[in-house]
């Protein structure tokens, strides 16, 4: 049930139906289940319940725009702490980028566990920075909230939710599994027809600031190794092999279509 966008690919771009086969790696990387595409004649009903985690993608015959002109998008939950993190790193790095959550509101660590802050989308991170310093400015700027505000409302003018925009990507980096299905629901909803495939990729990354640095380098590292590819459609599913090996992390992966 987490995995509709595969129903939304088999309607909307009448390909074959998948099966799921099992591959062997190292004792350092997870087991996953990879995902093929059959010929027409295989049996319908052969499919997993697994999670997605790998699919190789076709080979744009067209040409590839992820090498010149990668449009990427890093989604975390409130679009506060490890989304804004990454594309802080990657706009620095030259990259266009944006960032999204996918909760319904923003929320911020209060004073206690049961008291977050929360806030709209709509809210600006401007505003959002003045009311924790009138509330107590020493204690968010202690526990980091101020800086963190100070450096988002730098980027952009206020949190932008994902499934309220509209712009097509060629690769969206999600930071934890929860986000990473919320995004694929949200693009199996969407009812497209382009059939242009997105690159949906998870790099779990706990949320405080100290995972947030890390996972952004994570994140940035994982783009350079995409966009340094001759053919990176066709080279993904090898270039995640070696970032798991490397980082001894779990990434998950699916493609989607807008």
């Known amino acids: 049930q987490h995995y509709k966008s595969i ?7 009448n390909m074959a ?3 799921s086969t099992k591959r062997s790696f ?22 997993s319940s697994k999670r997605v985690c790998r699919l190789s993608p076709p080979t744009n015959r067209g040409g590839s725009t992820l090498v010149s002109n990668l449009k990427i998008a890093v989604v975390c939950s409130s679009n506060q702490n490890r989304s804004m993190e990454a594309h802080n790193l990657l706009k620095k790095r030259g990259f266009r980028v944006q960032s999204f959550g996918t909760g319904s509101c923003v929320k911020l660590p209060g004073p206690t566990v049961d008291k977050p802050n929360i806030y709209s989308f709509d809210t600006p991170y401007q505003d959002q920075f003045v009311d924790l310093k009138k509330k107590d ?23 932008e939710r994902f499934q309220e925009n509209q712009d097509e990507f060629d690769l ?46 994570v994140i940035h590292e994982l ?12 080279d993904l599913e090898e270039i995640i092999d070696t970032m798991e090996k490397k980082k ?11």
């Open 7 to 13: 129903t939304f690919i088999e309607l909307s771009c």
């Open 17 to 19: 139906p998948m099966t």
């Open 26 to 47: 190292p004792n350092n990387v997870s087991p996953k289940t990879v995902l093929t595409i059959p010929n027409s004649s295989s049996d319908s009903s052969d499919r």
């Open 137 to 159: 400015s020493a204690f968010y700027t202690q526990n980091g909230l101020l800086n963190m505000l100070d450096r988002n409302r730098r980027i952009k003018e206020k949190p």
């Open 172 to 217: 969206i980096v999600t930071c934890q599994e929860r986000v990473f299905d919320q995004v694929l629901e949200n693009m199996s909803e969407r009812g497209g027809n382009s059939c242009k495939m997105v690159h949906v990729i998870n790099v779990e990354i706990k949320d405080n600031h100290d995972d947030a640095t890390l996972g952004a380098f």
């Open 223 to 234: 783009v350079k190794e995409i966009c340094s590819s001759d053919d990176p459609e066709s």
């Open 248 to 258: 001894k992390k779990r990434f998950l992966y699916s493609p989607a279509f807008y």
